[in-house]
């Protein structure tokens, strides 16, 4: 069938689909021909839906996940509303929800009590700390999930930066020989991605090398290739208490206004190793995700960073646009910029909407 039969209103059509504006055949008109209708393949939803060249699906999310020490309890983080810390035997039931929806995997980050923060980061590769003991029971009771860690101090710093601080100065390869030692006691732990969110040089060069080392050829890295220094990670630092001390991240973080260099730091990254990389924060660097999808065959992934997700919560909150219409329109639009994968609080809202 051609589409200008289509085009004609006929029973067979359902008429739920119909725009009563456009119904297809119109009288003769005096106006010289048009050759190209695009509102022609736009006349229906089951049209729209054939000629769709982007879809989000549930099966490209990974949901980010605060844990904490404790038992039985959740606590709300403030500036991210929706958003929770848990305690472990609270996150299994948040990991086996999200399981069920058919979210793949989860990215865990650890809210650290002050008394095991020290400036070179010693609890982050502490092998019975927050993080393996999560992992192992992660993957004991949902072994299908597949966890990705974070492999970067702030966590675990006293002065609140993603390396060892000296005179005011991030150090980068004191930094590097921890964040290895820190991912070798995740792969141990049996995290199947290593994510390395700190921006030290050649960190996915020594974390692959010793990976190998170890024969955990199999763990794969996630590099956070390009990561802005970028004010949108403020409720993100308010979930993990994590804010710096002093100063800002602008020295190993990369600067706002740069592109080509985020193409350098995923060409490292690829050369040294990394499975897939990642631009973050995701929507106020969308160019940045399509040039590096040109760039590499690589899988892109972009992280909807915590103060994205707060935007549109806060908007929402004071009825100002349409929350669940915003959050499908964001993500899909990361999606025609090229994420292959989307990290996002949004993931269990997403899979119940794409559900219905
Ligand atoms: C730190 C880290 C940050 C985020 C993920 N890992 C914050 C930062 O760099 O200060 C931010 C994530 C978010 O804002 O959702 N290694």
Redesign the pocket.
């Known amino acids: 069938m051609s589409l200008t039969e289509t085009s004609r209103l006929t029973p067979q059509t359902p008429l739920t689909e119909i725009d009563p504006a456009d119904s297809g055949h119109q009288a003769k008109s005096t106006m010289p021909a048009i050759v190209h209708r695009p509102r022609r393949l736009r006349r229906t939803e089951t049209l729209r839906r054939m000629v769709r060249e982007n879809s989000l699906r549930v099966k490209d999310l990974i949901y980010?996940l605060f844990v904490m020490e404790g038992e039985k309890q959740q606590q709300s983080v403030p500036s991210m509303p929706g958003c929770y810390r848990y305690t472990l035997d609270l996150l299994l039931d948040e990991v086996k929800q999200a399981y069920e929806l058919g979210i793949g995997a989860i990215a865990l980050?650890p809210l650290i009590p002050h008394d095991q923060k020290d400036n070179v980061g010693t609890e982050s590769y502490n092998p019975d700390g927050l993080i393996p003991r999560s992992v192992r029971a992660i993957k004991q009771a949902v072994p299908n999930i597949l966890v990705f860690t974070?492999v970067?101090?702030?966590?675990y710093s006293s002065e609140g930066h993603?390396g060892i601080v000296q005179d005011g100065k991030i150090l980068n390869d004191e930094t590097v020989a921890v964040l290895v030692k820190q991912a070798l006691v995740q792969a141990e732990a049996g995290a199947d991605f290593v994510a390395p969110?700190?921006?030290m040089d050649g960190r996915v060069g020594a974390i692959r090398r010793a990976l190998d080392a170890e024969g955990w050829i199999n763990v794969g890295i996630l590099a956070?290739s390009a990561?802005y220094?970028?004010a949108?990670?403020?409720?993100?630092?308010d979930?993990?208490d994590?804010?710096?001390k002093f100063g800002d991240?602008k020295t190993y973080?990369m600067d706002a206004a740069n592109a080509k260099e985020a193409i350098k730091e995923v060409e490292l990254d690829i050369a040294e190793g990394a499975d897939i990389v990642m631009v973050?924060?995701a929507l106020a660097y969308m160019d940045v995700i399509y040039q590096i999808k040109q760039h590499t065959n690589l899988p892109v992934a972009a992280?909807?960073?915590?103060?994205?997700?707060a935007m549109i919560k806060a908007a929402a909150q004071q009825g100002w646009i349409d929350e669940k219409k915003v959050i499908l329109e964001t993500l899909t639009s990361m999606k025609r910029a090229g994420a292959d994968l989307i990290?996002t609080?949004f993931a269990k809202d997403v899979a119940l909407m794409l559900q219905s």
């Open positions: 980010p980050f974070d970067a101090l702030d966590p993603d969110s700190d921006m956070y990561k220094a970028s949108y990670y403020g409720p993100f630092r979930a993990l994590s804010a710096p991240k973080q973050k924060p992280y909807n960073v915590s103060g994205e997700y990290l609080y």
